[in-house]
């Protein structure tokens, strides 16, 4: 069955950096869009950032551009977010999620999703 397993989570201090990993397993990973997505206590989930199947194309929350960065690596069937420069509003769990459609913001066409993976940031 398809699993994608998050993990690289952790409680940290404001401008601190973490890069959050993603295993996916079970599907063509190499033929699915993927993304990440984040929610807060008490907040709906949001979009955070994206990447085409191949790699090629890259999508941002305004929120995050310039201190998120996402890539793959399709020959581990893997997703990455590099978080610099955290500040305290980040604190959420995030999620990574598998998409066949190029719609890349809207949660409810990811297919595939984690359990998600803690991220807490203090000031």
């Known amino acids: 069955q398809v699993q994608l397993v998050e993990s690289g989570g952790g409680s940290v201090q404001a401008g601190d950096s973490l890069r959050l990993s993603c295993a996916a397993s079970g599907l063509a990973w190499s033929n699915y869009h993927a993304g990440w997505f984040r929610q807060a206590p008490g907040k709906e989930r949001e979009f955070v950032s994206a990447i085409s199947a191949r790699g090629a194309n890259t999508y941002y929350a305004d929120s995050v551009k310039g201190r998120f960065t996402i890539s793959r690596d399709n020959a581990r069937s893997s997703l990455y977010l590099q978080i610099d420069s955290l500040k305290p509003e980040d604190t959420a769990v995030y999620y990574c999620?598998?998409?066949?459609?190029?719609?890349?913001?809207?949660?409810?066409?990811?297919?595939?999703w984690g359990q998600g993976t803690q991220v807490t940031v203090s000031s």
């Open positions: 999620a598998a998409s066949s459609a190029a719609t890349f913001t809207t949660a409810n066409r990811y297919s595939y």
